[in-house]
């Protein structure tokens, strides 16, 4: 496994950004994909964006297309989740997580490291 630190979080207002910065450690991490996840309160964790090994395949959620950007650094060991023009419904606690494959999936089960988690909160 590798393991996995998250940072960026925060309290922001509706239409403002933010960088989520995911920092590995452990087992080699620039041959497989990562993603994040998100988990609002009563809700179940939903997948929110996934990014291949080389940083060349995305994919994301419908509901952030458009507004949030996934990237990686594998010199840097890093993965970022920059969140533009956020919802007051994208607040959740935000999960980064590595695959146990090369190419990113939309399922929890495919992924077997997870970060600790952190909480973006968008006011209306």
């Known amino acids: 496994q590798v393991q996995l630190v998250e940072s960026g979080g925060g309290l922001v207002q509706a239409g403002g950004s933010l960088r989520l910065t995911c920092v590995a450690s452990?087992?080699?991490?620039?041959?497989?994909?990562m993603g994040w996840f998100r988990r609002a309160p009563g809700k179940e964790r939903e997948f929110v964006a996934g990014i291949n090994w080389s940083g060349g395949i995305t994919r994301y959620a419908e509901s952030v297309k458009g507004r949030f950007t996934i990237s990686r650094d594998n010199a840097k060991n890093t993965v970022y989740l920059r969140m533009n023009s956020l919802k007051p419904e994208d607040t959740a606690v935000y999960y980064c997580?590595?695959?146990?494959?090369?190419?990113?999936?939309?399922?929890?089960?495919?992924?077997?490291?997870w970060g600790q988690g952190t909480q973006v909160t968008v006011s209306s």
């Open positions: 997580a590595g695959s146990l494959y090369t190419n990113p999936t939309q399922s929890a089960p495919d992924f077997d490291s």
């Open positions: 452990g087992r080699t991490f620039s041959n497989k994909a």
